[in-house]
Antibody, heavy 117, light 110 residues
Framework: QVQLVQSGAEVKRPGASVKVSCKAS????????IHWVRQAPGQGLEWMGW????????NSAEKFQGRVTVTRDTSISTAYMELNGLTSDDSAVYYC??????????WGQGTLVTVSS | QSALTQPASVSGSPGQSITISCTGT?????????VSWYQQHPGKVPKLMIY???NRPSGVSNRFSGSKSGNTASLTISGLQAEDEADYYC??????????FGAGTKVTVL
């Protein structure tokens, strides 16, 4: 069955960077883009960006451009999201999701990132 | 890219029907039939309920239906049940090769 397993919770200082991983199994990793979505405490879902595992092409929401890097390693079926210049506003649960053709389809379990001094 | 506009809350009694709207622009909702809807219970991962405006994934109750007119998409829940109490988010593909979510709607079953 399709599984997306994300890395564990992180605590970071303001100004630091965080890199979250998302390991896929149960399907051919290169066949589907991977989305990254975040959700701050008590807030809504926010689309951040995505990566095409076949060629590494990426795109991100305007809000995050210049601060987020989305990559993948096809040899281990894993996608990554790195966010730089962290502030307390970046404290959130970060999700990866497999693209379902026209939508984020199957979601990982989420990774809690806490930014605190 | 601004978040799609959803009502903050919608409520209904068991058995009733409710509709949640999702308003975007001609660059997202109005441009493509690529609107999806997600249900999220507290502390849980979002669950896909509708994709491509009106299609239900396997296993999703037929009490959930979707539609679109112009720049506004809608999710209707008929025969409201206690288990439907959750947050609901719409999502649309955009002209910029990106996606955008709605701000979310809290559904309360009275």
């Amino acid at each position: 069955q399709v599984q997306l397993v994300q890395s564990g919770a992180e605590v970071k200082r303001p100004g630091a960077s965080v890199k979250v991983s998302c390991k896929a199994s149960g399907y051919n990793f290169i066949n589907s883009n991977i989305h990254w979505v975040r959700q701050a405490p008590g807030q809504g879902l926010e689309w951040m960006g995505w990566v095409n595992p076949t060629n590494g092409n990426t795109n991100s929401a305007e809000k995050f451009q210049g601060r987020v890097t989305v990559t993948r390693d096809t040899s281990i079926s894993t996608a990554y999201m790195e966010l730089n210049g962290l502030t307390s506003d970046d404290s959130a649960v970060y999700y990866c999701a497999r693209h379902g053709g026209t939508y984020p389809a199957y979601w990982g379990q989420g990774t809690l990132v806490t930014v605190s001094s | 890219q601004s978040a799609l506009t959803q009502p903050a809350s919608v409520s209904g009694s068991p058995g009733q029907s409710i509709t949640i709207s999702c308003t975007g622009t001609s660059s997202d909702v109005g441009a493509y039939n690529y609107v999806s809807w997600y249900q999220q219970h507290p502390g849980k991962v979002p669950k896909l309920m509708i994709y491509d405006v009106s299609n239900r994934p396997s296993g999703v109750s037929n009490r959930f239906s979707g539609s679109k007119s112009g720049n506004t998409a809608s999710l209707t829940i008929s025969g409201l049940q206690a288990e439907d109490e959750a947050d609901y988010y719409c999502c649309s593909y955009t002209n910029y090769y990106t996606y955008v979510f709605g701000a979310g709607t809290k559904v309360t079953v009275l």
